[in-house]
């Protein structure tokens, strides 16, 4: 497959994810705002810090590292050996389950049965529910390299909605469970997932469509499942010592990703009330980042992973002339990026421009939401809270996860190629880096917690953000150093377009303290639309200043388009 081809792909996979997330979330979103009335901030704190720490975190160190390693096989990959690796992921989330489980039920503070019963059983079945959504990685792991486009987003997006709906049935019909419900909901989201892959796969793979364009590796239900031979090593060494590289890369990261809630859980430094609070706002400012830049960081982590050869920097890249319409793409594409060479290292070049683009539309993006953020994040908790968010700690949270959410953008593109381009030895090396910014971090955190309360998680999380920025940024300079290429150049933005931000910043915070909050709602109201004014305004003067982003995404969408005619 041309890099073209995995482009125009990459690109539909992001845009339909993007869509589809944007529905389901809305849902989500709406369900949740509902049973965040009927709930104390001490629950909401148990389970979304607590509970969902044990999960996430089995979860991540059981599949991460295998995930980034099965995903950045060539051409030649061997899958039986490649889905041999994969389930290996159940008997290592097994063993993280019942660890982590000792620990939060030996090592821990166990909350006050009255004010939250049944917390033991919680334990139990979070655990529970991460060893069985690790029964369906092989489906996942062939879906995301075979580019299956919408069946991660409709499976996860409906997934969570119908947790989400049995969540607030339970909280109305028997709100005396406690625990109970939040337990229950989210054993039945990982079964339905899994259940989910598990019955398409199986009708798929039965269909008379799918063995005569044999376009997956595996022809039946049962060679997913591991396979021994005396033939053939049960595992590709080379893909289970650089999962194991980035094992050891992902343990680390998630001390950074979760670290706030490790301290929270391990030192104690927020009750849980108040660790209810930061969750609820934590998840309303990652929303945004979740929506957007995760699909594309995932859609095009595969992109670059299929494009690139790892331990080749890119003058050392694959070179083709390219013919047909892979030419008549690569002249456009080039010519209208300034990349005027008639005959360019054509994957080289197209993971230049792709990259540029990217970190543009992550700066762009992550502008706004910093920009407008800052003046409605009042006004947003209030909507989906009521007073328990939108009075004490909670704007000056969101308002400082906005500026979060800015190097959250810049770093899930600069690590997506990262990732996908650096050779085993690299990625050791990152290792280092990571265990030294882990160790920033808590030191950092328990500082700024104390000096300024649970905003220093924000703060700290901002300066190990910008640490690891730089690192990749360095990263790709140097990969690119001697290439005619300057995808980096994707970070500068117009003095124009920079003060029109400035000016919209300025009106919309004046906008706030005339009209929001305590006015009522015909000042909301006009508060809101003064944003959109602004919005407006930006938006407009960003596609005047950027037309190379403009053309990028109107070449993709076509690319889009095409690669769904042609499949």
């Known amino acids: 497959m041309g890099s073209q081809e995995v482009l125009g792909q990459a690109a539909r996979l992001a845009s339909s994810g993007l869509l589809m997330q944007v529905l389901f979330r809305l849902i989500t979103f709406v369900l949740n705002a509902f049973i965040l009335r009927f709930l104390s901030k001490e629950i909401v704190g148990v389970v979304n810090v607590r509970l969902t720490l044990l999960y996430s975190t089995t979860i991540f160190l059981a599949r991460e590292a295998f995930r980034r390693a099965c995903l950045s096989g060539g051409a030649q990959q061997d899958w039986s050996q490649t889905l041999n690796l994969v389930w290996l992921t159940v008997p290592l989330g097994v063993f993280w389950s019942l660890f982590l489980g000792w620990v939060w039920l030996q090592l821990l503070e166990v909350p006050d049965p009255d004010v939250i019963p049944h917390y033991r059983t919680g334990v139990v079945l979070f655990g529970l529910s991460a060893v069985v959504e690790l029964l369906g990685e092989p489906f996942w792991v062939l879906a995301q390299a075979h580019m299956f486009i919408k069946l991660k987003v409709i499976t996860e997006s409906l997934s969570v909605i119908l947790k989400s709906v049995l969540t607030a049935f339970l ?24 259940l989910c892959y598990v019955i398409y796969f199986t009708k798929l793979l039965s269909s008379p469509e799918s063995t005569k364009q044999q376009t997956l590796p595996v ?59 930061y969750d609820i706002v934590n998840n309303l400012g990652s ?9 594309i960081e995932e859609s095009f982590y595969i992109f670059f992973a299929k494009v690139l050869e790892r331990e080749k920097h890119a003058t050392l890249q694959k070179q083709k002339e390219g013919e047909g319409q892979t030419r008549r793409f690569l002249q456009l594409v080039i010519h209208r990026t300034s990349y005027l060479s008639p005959w360019p290292q054509e994957d080289i070049a197209v993971a230049a421009m792709v990259l540029e683009s990217l970190l543009k539309l992550a700066l762009l993006a992550g502008l706004t939401i910093t920009v407008f953020g800052f003046a409605y994040s009042q006004l947003a908790l209030d909507i989906y809270g009521g007073a328990m968010l939108s009075s004490g700690s909670g704007p000056v949270l969101l308002r400082s996860y906005c500026l979060y959410v800015l190097l959250l953008a810049i770093n899930g593109v600069t690590e997506c190629f990262t990732f996908a381009a650096m050779s085993k030895e690299e990625v050791d090396r990152y290792n280092v880096t990571m265990l030294a910014l882990s160790s920033s971090f808590l030191v950092l955190s328990c500082i700024l917690t104390h000096w300024c309360g649970s905003v220093g ?69 006009a508060h809101v639309a003064v944003g959109a004014f602004c919005l407006g305004m930006t938006l407009g003067i960003a596609c005047l200043t950027e037309t190379k982003l403009v053309h990028f995404l109107r070449t993709q969408l076509g690319m889009s388009r095409l690669t769904d005619k042609t499949t």
């Open 457 to 525: 998680f924000i703060l700290a999380n901002c300066f190990n953000m910008g640490i690891r920025i730089t690192q990749s940024l360095f990263f790709i300079h140097r990969y690119y150093r001697e290439s005619p290429y300057r995808p980096l150049a994707g970070l500068y933005l117009s003095p124009v377009l920079l003060g029109v931000f400035a000016l919209s910043g300025g009106i919309t915070g004046v906008s706030e303290v005339l009209l929001c909050c305590e006015q009522g709602w015909p000042a909301r109201l």
């Open 219 to 277: 022809s039946r239900i049962t060679d997913l499942l591991p396979s021994i031979t005396r033939s053939r090593n049960f595992v590709n060494w080379k893909e289970a010592k650089l999962t194991w590289s980035f094992f050891k890369q992902s343990f680390l990261k998630q001390i950074l990703t979760e670290g706030e809630r490790y301290m929270m859980t391990f030192l104690n430094i927020l009750n849980f009330g108040d660790q209810g609070v």
């Open 171 to 194: 909280v109305l019909w028997v709100p005396h469970w406690g625990l109970y419900i939040f337990s229950l909901a989210q054993l039945f989201y990982t079964t339905i997932l899994v």
């Open 287 to 295: 929303l945004v980042a979740r929506l957007i830049f995760q699909p």
